[in-house]
């Protein structure tokens, strides 16, 4: 199993930060635009709740393409908690359900000026003979990858929709 966790400064106050990661314009263009999925949908949202459906363009080394197919994709689910600024949230992938496991939690903090600290954390894990640690050290890069490139678009996006 892979424990990841990276933090960010996003350039926006609490309040801007969660109405931010909760609207829909802003994840269609995240998904889109930011990060490139082929496909993305929201299928159910609220003020607490939230789940999503995607297909993520990925750079994947040979055995783990060939083992995952071109089509993989998942489906998250999460749950924001006011109280503790903290979303947690489990991937469904739509491939090898029974063998990979994702899970984690986004929370926030102030920072100061202005700016909140975003820390996001996750738990990876493959349990495929023989390539499970293959496959867990791909998945780790592609969502270390995606959370840097996400903390860019959300800054851009708050300094452009002030």
Not at 131 to 143: I, N, P, R
Request: net charge positive.
């Amino acid at each position: 199993m892979r424990k990841l966790s990276v933090t960010h400064v996003i350039e926006c106050d609490v309040e801007t930060f969660w109405k931010t990661f909760f609207d829909a314009e802003y994840n269609k263009k995240l998904y889109s635009d930011g990060l490139g999925f082929k496909e993305f949908e929201i299928l159910e949202q609220s003020e607490t709740k939230r789940r999503m459906r995607g297909v993520p363009k990925m750079n994947l080394p040979g055995p783990v393409a060939k083992l995952l197919g071109d089509r993989f994709g998942y489906e998250e689910q999460g749950s924001f908690d006011k109280a503790s600024n903290k979303f947690s949230w489990k991937m469904l992938p739509n491939t090898m359900g029974d063998k990979l496991f994702t899970n984690g939690f986004t929370k926030i903090e102030p920072a100061g000026d202005g700016k909140v600290r975003r820390i996001s954390e996750a738990n990876i894990e493959a349990k495929v003979f023989g390539v499970g640690g293959l496959l867990e050290s791909t998945a780790e890069k592609e969502v270390r990858d995606s959370w840097d490139k996400e903390a860019a678009f959300m800054n851009r996006w708050v300094k452009e929709h002030k």
